[in-house]
T-cell receptor, first 113, second 118 residues
Framework: DAMVIQNPRYQVTQFGKPVTLSCSQTLNHNVMYWYQQKSSQAPKLLFHYYDKDFNNEADTPDNFQSRRPNTSFCFLDIRSPGLGDAAMYLC????????????FGDGTRLSIL | AQSVTQPDIHITVSEGASLELRCNYSYGATPYLFWYVQSPGQGLQLLLKYFSGDTLVQGIKGFEAEFKRSQSSFNLRKPSVHWSDAAEYFCAVGPDNAGGTSYGKLTFGQGTILTVHP
């Protein structure tokens, strides 16, 4: 089945140690999104790609970066994770022209030691 | 700025009972409205969406929602709840322009956790 796949499902890293989360899709959607969801909170958009065009939310910390090497893959890099970055990270995709019908992956739960 | 309010943080219903989850939005133009469901440890699944037209929209899993512009509401309903409906439900609003810096941005409510008693 076509879908959005996030790896790993659970990631543990040390305070200050860079970490990369990955997202792949078989839907051939040209828009990809990264959300941060902290416990008992709503998902918060960090940034999104429209094809190769990167759109950063104004309040996304500089600590967070993203790469999209091709249509299928998108990465979230956290350069120096702090304790406050522990959260569920959700990747989503959508098709141009139907930008609001977003398809979500199952997320990566990030823990910081 | 657009915003979404889900007044109920936690709702408990008995299996077979009817359900209504409330959602109020604030938005200057015609909103695009969504309901998503999230089971523990999983991503969000779209239940239904409203863009325009008929104000009563049908979704998956027997859910429906009604858009009421006069009340700025988009409440989710189900006539008979099943134990498998226990999850967290998010209402979201999107911009009505598909371009510019707000392209694709969804604003989510805080979520309502649904517990179903047997």
């Amino acid at each position: 089945d076509a879908m959005v796949i996030q790896n790993p499902r659970y990631q543990v890293t040390q305070f200050g140690k860079p970490v990369t989360l990955s997202c792949s899709q078989t839907l051939n959607h040209n828009v990809m999104y990264w959300y941060q969801q902290k416990s008992s909170q709503a998902p918060k958009l960090l940034f999104h790609y429209y094809d190769k065009d990167f759109n950063n939310e104004a309040d996304t910390p500089d600590n967070f970066q993203s790469r999209r090497p091709n249509t299928s893959f998108c990465f979230l890099d956290i350069r120096s994770p702090g304790l406050g970055d522990a959260a569920m990270y959700l990747c989503a995709t959508s098709r141009e022209g139907r930008a609001f019908n977003q398809h979500f992956g199952d997320g990566t739960r990030l823990s910081i030691l | 700025a657009q915003s979404v309010t889900q007044p109920d943080i936690h709702i408990t219903v008995s299996e077979g009972a009817s359900l209504e989850l409330r959602c109020n939005y604030s938005y200057g133009a015609t909103p695009y409205l969504f309901w998503y469901v999230q089971s523990p440890g999983q991503g969000l699944q779209l239940l239904l969406k409203y863009f325009s037209g008929d104000t009563l929209v049908q979704g998956i899993k027997g859910f429906e929602a009604e858009f009421k512009r006069s009340q700025s509401s988009f409440n989710l309903r189900k006539p008979s709840v099943h134990w498998s409906d226990a999850a967290e439900y998010f209402c979201a609003v999107g911009p009505d322009n598909a371009g510019g810096t707000s392209y694709g941005k969804l604003t989510f409510g805080q979520g309502t956790i649904l517990t179903v008693h047997p």
